[in-house]
């Protein structure tokens, strides 16, 4: 399980709306997406992707590696994603 903070999103610290987050839950052996969690303003904006990923048995790895529009609020889902592997704040110069 990761929690991305929304102050790590580069497109909520724009909206200069940085409260909620965006969490996700990753099988543990194969990193198969399990569930997404959004707790923001844009929530609805997000959680369509999500469930395409569930639908789609996505991995957390393919997900972070996969290219999703800068300075969107859905980019929060790939960062999300990096977060299993990686520290978000060295990901983007605006990020935190």
Do not use: H, W
Not at 26 to 51: D, F, K, N, Y
Request: proline letters at 2%; charged letters at 20%.
């Amino acid at each position: 399980t990761r929690l991305l903070d929304l102050a790590n999103v580069p497109r909520a610290l724009v909206n200069f709306d940085t409260q909620g987050f965006i969490k996700m839950v990753a099988e543990r052996t194969s990193g198969r997406l399990l569930g997404v969690q959004v707790v923001a303003a844009e929530g609805g904006e997000i959680i369509q992707t999500a469930v395409m990923a569930l639908r789609a048995g996505l991995t957390v790895q393919e997900i972070g590696d996969d290219l999703f529009p800068y300075l969107t609020m859905v980019e929060g889902l790939k960062l999300c994603a990096q977060t299993f592997t990686k520290d978000v704040k060295q990901l983007s110069c605006c990020a935190g």
